[in-house]
């Protein structure tokens, strides 16, 4: 397990917050710079930060903070946007990018733990960084999910509203103190551009997701470049007609 003895980050005396230090993730971070650029490295850590944060503040994990894997957390919320990897033979051209992102993390976890050693190759840990990681953005679903699984979840969700985050659970103060740590800087005009290459590049990831927002109001470039065609492949998509004639076609075999 992973000690508390935080080395490897800075120090937070306003947040009171400290990431555990451990091999596994010291390396994960180091993988992490390795295969994405620098703006998304810190998201990582702002959304991990927050996580920590929100263990401490929100009633539901406060109640059980000692019980909460804070090790699965971290190594969740440092990998969770390994789909926007830069080392492209990474990552697929058919699976949603948080799909993408929870496979590189179990492969990086399972490498590392047959050197290194001290994590579950294939148990409940290791699913729960999976789900984690692929559920990280589904609102309706991840807050439901295992503690550690909802406050990876809350933390990203806390790297965009800031102060803003409902209920309050994020003080100004604490939000400049983990922004001084790992900044901001080019966030916005990088996620834009991000999710509006996944548009282009494999739209049909996007369709059942929010991704496709971001086509429907940027393009394929950010600029506007391409918005018609993708509106004109998200309406035919339909849904709702495929499955009722999937069903009616069952129902004549009977």
């Not at 710079?33 to 927050?50: E, P």
């Not at 609102?139 to 550690?148: D, G, H, L, N, Q």
């Not at 604490?174 to 996944?198: I, S």
Request: aromatic share 10%; hydrophobic share 40%; glycine share 8%.
């Amino acid at each position: 397990m992973a000690s508390l003895n935080p080395t490897s980050f800075p120090s937070f005396p306003i947040s009171g917050i400290c990431f555990p230090d451990s091999h596994i993730i010291s390396a994960a971070l180091d993988y992490t710079k390795q295969h994405t650029t620098s703006i998304t490295v810190n998201h990582c850590l702002r959304s991990t930060a927050f996580a920590l944060l929100l263990r401490k503040k929100l009633p539901q994990f406060a109640e059980i903070a000692d019980e909460v894997d804070t090790e699965m957390v971290v190594l969740s919320g440092i990998l969770h946007d390994m789909g926007w990897a830069t080392t492209k033979s990474l990552v697929s051209k058919d699976k949603r990018f948080e799909v993408d992102g929870a496979n590189i993390a179990r492969d990086f976890i399972i490498a590392h733990s047959q050197t290194e050693g001290g994590w579950d190759k294939g148990g409940r840990r290791l699913q729960m960084v999976w789900d984690a990681i692929a559920l990280h953005g589904v609102a309706s679903i991840a807050p439901y999910k295992e503690p550690e699984v909802a406050l990876v979840h809350f933390g990203i969700m806390a790297d965009f509203f800031g102060p803003n985050f409902p209920g309050g659970a994020v003080s100004v103060e604490e939000y400049k103190e983990v922004v001084a740590a790992f900044p901001r800087v080019g966030f916005t005009d990088a996620l834009v551009q991000t999710m509006c290459g996944l548009c282009r590049d494999k739209p049909e990831t996007t369709f059942d997701n929010d991704v496709k927002e971001f086509g429907l109001a940027f393009g394929f470039d950010g600029k506007g470049m391409g918005k018609e065609d993708f509106r004109r492949q998200l309406e035919g998509i339909h849904h709702a007609e495929r499955f009722a004639g999937a069903l009616a076609a069952c129902d004549e075999i009977q």
